[in-house]
């Protein structure tokens, strides 16, 4: 209970409410989601016709990381309410929606050194000042406005930081990526179990020891040794259940490595890797995904 307290004493602190008051009205933002530019246009042209034909005072337009429509965070200065955003119903001649961004952060911020995603009372690193980013507390100081995690014209408690946006987008890929996997319908149990077929092949055609891998010879020595066990801790019909389930499992393992080409998959699973881990993108990772569905007839596996 004492520490459910402290942990909310922490995230109250974090909240930073308290640094926009040392914030001019100029450092402060509002930031909106407008949804329905499918055509992807670059962010520039949207602060631009913003700024032009409906007088929007924008600080940045960001591409927000989504999976599936585009959506850009529009962060003006806290002048533009929604109800006056929410009139502009067409952009890039394209039909818009507009939402509020929920401002509540998604992510603890650190007071001590402005870091995201650490409480407090964890930091011990250099203290940094929330307004101008140098070595010093953020209460009192009157220096120009420099972020403390990305050096940009913005406080460091700002939604509108690259540092923030990232680690925001990090999160949601993650859920999405937990929501996505439950949407996936399991295949139905087979009617036949391939495995248990192909087992049986397999014995039939090891008629003798000779073939017997290291790994069943191991569980035929566990079998010796449990059963010359004068004091059996367990019955032997529960030893022998368990060694069968063992030489079984063994023998799983001995026809997967002759049905499938490991060296072959281990390159497969490899360049497959690495063809995602150069993507930057989540269009990009699909594209890869796709490629190597298709390329996976190159590999004999
Ligand atoms: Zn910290
Ligand atoms: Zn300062
Ligand atoms: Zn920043």
Redesign the pocket.
Known sequence: MNEYKTYKEVLGEDSLTQWHTYATADDKTHAFVVKGLDHKPEPQEIADELQKDHNIKVKSVHVMNTRFRPLYLVITTADHKFSTIQKIKYLKNVEVFWERRKQTKTIIQCKRCCGWGHATSQCHRQQKCGRCGEDHQTIGCKKDIH?A??A?N?L?S?TQ????IYKVQKIQEKQQKSGTAKNYVPAPTPKVNVWETRRQNRLREWPSDNNVSVSSVNSQNEYIRETQDPTPRQSSNYASGQVNQVSELCTVINNFKKAINISELTRFLRDYTVALNNCTHNNEKVAVVLQYIEKSDEYKF
């Open positions: 972020c995690n990305c940009g913005h460091a700002s930081c690259q540092v923030y």
